[in-house]
């Protein structure tokens, strides 16, 4: 089962305490995208500048992303300039250049609309619900934000979320979102507004699902070398969502499943900057990593 994911195509510039990176490829449905190709189908929507190279095109491509809905139009490709510290679960934002992204009005094409998985990466809510408007009852509808989102524009994130199965953000855009301190009592407020399942990615400590039902905790992946987290949570929703479209079930032991496989491909994206640790990504990695988690997180029952 196909997935379409709608979200930013961008030019990343990152330095963490291990290294730089300058002009790399980067944005969040790019992040998704290449996670996400490991397991489904996947068909992407954005916008790019006439500078960017055919070179990422042929990357996306190869990974058998469906890139025929990237427009590439006139002016300059979306940037964004970051710095993390030590603290690798907080990026610093340096710059952000909008440039054609602040333009972006996407135009769903006919052949995506029956998509039965959707994705709406981190954009405008008002855009996100834009795209809702233009797909056919999908089988299943996730979001992500920011906490630029939350803040400018809150009443349309809560209007949206009446409209999805999943959402998906951090640790303190949920504090943020919900105006509490306390993750489960955030949750449960964020759940009234609509969403089926909220996931809250929490970087190095794994990420808590909650269903209004049951609270499920997944540790991640533990590393002892980590260059760049950036797209870290974009390759995790990729993964998931992935996963969840390859075996085509929505269920709760199946998401739990599925953000597993989240985990996997977010532990994987950290390996190296921009993508350049998924170019070289092997099926065989990710199912061998897969069965290192079963076995972490593995304990008997008392007897």
């Known amino acids: ?91 610093h934002t340096l710059a952000t250049h909008l440039n054609v992204f602040e333009r972006f009005q996407p135009k769903i094409q006919e052949v995506y609309r029956k998509s039965p998985y959707v994705f709406l990466a981190n954009i405008d809510p008002d855009i996100q619900w834009s795209v809702l408007d233009q797909v056919e009852k999908p089988k299943f509808a996730a979001c992500d934000t920011m906490n630029f989102w939350i803040e400018s524009k809150p009443d349309a994130l809560k209007k949206l979320l009446s409209r999805v199965d999943l ?82 079930d929505t269920s709760e032991s199946n998401i739990r499943q599925a953000i597993i496989f989240g985990s996997v491909m977010a532990s994987f994206n950290v390996e190296d900057f921009s993508l350049d640790r998924m170019r070289t990504l092997t099926l065989k990695e990710i199912y061998k990593r897969y069965k290192e988690f079963k076995q972490l997180t593995h304990f008997e029952d008392i007897s």
């Open 167 to 248: 959402f998906v953000l951090n640790e303190g855009e949920t504090r943020e979102f919900a105006k509490e301190p306390n993750l489960i009592k955030a949750a449960k407020k964020i759940l009234s507004y609509g969403p089926k399942t909220i996931i809250i990615k929490r970087g190095e400590y794994g990420a808590l699902m909650f269903n209004g039902n049951s609270i499920f905790s997944a540790p991640a992946y533990p590393l002892e070398l980590i260059f760049d987290p950036t797209g870290a949570g974009d390759s995790f929703a990729g993964g998931l969502m992935g996963y969840l479209a390859n075996t085509d």
């Open 1 to 91: 089962m196909g997935i379409l994911v709608v979200g930013s195509v961008a030019f990343d510039s990152v330095e963490t305490p291990f290294g730089k990176a300058d002009n790399v490829l980067g944005g969040s449905a790019t992040y998704f995208s290449t996670a996400a190709s490991y397991f489904s189908e996947v068909s992407l929507v954005a916008v790019v500048g006439e500078d960017f190279p055919n070179e990422h095109i042929d990357f996306l491509k190869s990974k058998g992303v469906d890139v025929n809905g990237l427009q590439k139009i006139p002016g300059k490709t979306f940037r964004w300039q970051g710095q993390y510290d030590y603290d690798l679960n907080e990026a």
